[in-house]
T-cell receptor, first 115, second 112 residues
Framework: NAGVMQNPRHLVRRRGQEARLRCSPM?????VYWYRQLPEEGLKFMVYLQKENIIDESGMPKERFSAEFPKEGPSILRIQQVVRGDSAAYFC?????????????FGPGTRLTVL | KNQVEQSPQSLIILEGKNCTLQCNYTVSPFSNLRWYKQDTGRGPVSLTIMTFSENTKSNGRYTATLDADTKQSSLHITASQLSDSASYIC???????????FGTGTRLKVLA
């Protein structure tokens, strides 16, 4: 059973470009969570999605950031018109069920560098 | 405000030595506390999980303790190995929510 997959592992963008980060959850998991880790800081919750639904996007900036988890295919975190402050590691986690003590399994992360 | 604080921020020890990492939290109502290991350039991997009623949990050379009254946890690493070099992150979940609240981690370096 493959773990959570994220790609690309490293992404370099110039200011103003778009960044697309992909996350394939573990097999059988229908809940996906995105986190951002700024340098020297802990992971911060961004958004929680189930298949075709955004459940909680309270941690995601209102502008330029969007996320989706379509019926087929990976979850996508999209950052439009990137700025230097978007440089961070973005982690995706998945779980089989929602909330409570259910374990979230983390992917290896995508390191975004904005030049 | 729900917060998780860890100490020390970084730690250097010699191979074979023991060490203890600390975690204090203000998350309420409390559901569970996890310790994760995060290798450089990798995602966090779960080491232990403890609920309110548990005060100790072991996973090999890792032993976590929890004092729900004082809202403190510790992670004790016995007979450290070079491969223990990583960040150790304390994560607390509040009851009825899926949101993980992460500490900033302790960076452990084990030297030969």
């Amino acid at each position: 059973n493959a773990g959570v997959m994220q790609n690309p592992r490293h992404l370099v963008r110039r200011r103003g470009q778009e960044a697309r980060l992909r996350c394939s959850p573990m097999k059988g998991h229908s809940h996906v969570y995105w986190y951002r880790q700024l340098p020297e800081e802990g992971l911060k919750f961004m958004v929680y999605l189930q298949k075709e639904n955004i459940i909680d996007e309270s941690g995601m900036p209102k502008e330029r950031f969007s996320a989706e988890f379509p019926k087929e295919g990976p979850s996508i975190l999209r950052i439009q018109q990137v700025v230097r402050g978007d440089s961070a590691a973005y982690f995706c986690a998945s779980s089989p069920l929602a909330g409570g003590p259910e374990e979230q399994f983390f992917g290896p992360g995508t390191r975004l560098t904005v030049l | 405000k729900n917060q998780v604080e860890q100490s020390p921020q970084s730690l250097i020890i010699l191979e074979g030595k023991n060490c203890t990492l600390q975690c204090n939290y203000t998350v309420s109502p409390f559901s569970n506390l996890r310790w994760y290991k995060q290798d450089t350039g990798r995602g966090p991997v779960s080491l232990t999980i403890m609920t309110f009623s548990e005060n100790t949990k072991s996973n090999g050379r890792y032993t976590a303790t929890l004092d729900a009254d004082t809202k403190q946890s510790s992670l004790h690493i016995t007979a450290s190995q070079l491969s223990d070099s990583a960040s150790y992150i304390c994560v607390v979940t509040s009851s009825g929510t899926y949101k993980y609240i992460f500490g900033t981690g302790t960076r452990l370096k084990v030297l030969a």
